[in-house]
Nanobody, 122 residues
């Protein structure tokens, strides 16, 4: 049992920044992948970023590279997604997820948060 709760979404101007948080609780496994996905209305849920809970190497979608940073705080059982230089096309519901992989696909994750809305205005 893993529970994930996202927070930090909101409305921001293009070029601005947001930091999303994902607080994890329950039975966690150190080898779990921790991922961020996003889904816009009428679109599929797309990979954004991920890392292993016990690892240090981040993985990013091309759309996120250079702008987004995934990180974690083990003491707080929290994973973050720092989003800079936001664009209107980043507008979506952002979800955090935990699972055994593969890292870049939704099928690699068994546990999902409720999502947090990110809206980037132009």
């Amino acid at each position: 049992q893993v529970q994930l709760v996202e927070s930090g979404g909101g409305v921001v101007q293009a070029g601005g920044s947001l930091r999303l948080s994902c607080a994890a609780s329950g039975r966690t496994f150190t080898s779990y992948a921790m991922g961020w996905f996003r889904q816009a209305p009428g679109k599929e849920r797309d990979f954004v970023a991920a890392m292993l809970w016990s690892g240090t190497t981040p993985h990013y979608a091309d759309s996120a590279k250079g702008r987004f940073t995934i990180s974690r705080d083990n003491a707080k059982n929290t994973v973050y997604l720092q989003m800079n230089s936001l664009k209107p096309e980043d507008t979506a519901v952002y979800y955090c997820a935990a699972g055994s992989g593969p890292l870049r696909t939704t099928t690699g994750y068994d546990y999902w948060g409720q999502g947090t809305q990110v809206t980037v205005s132009s």
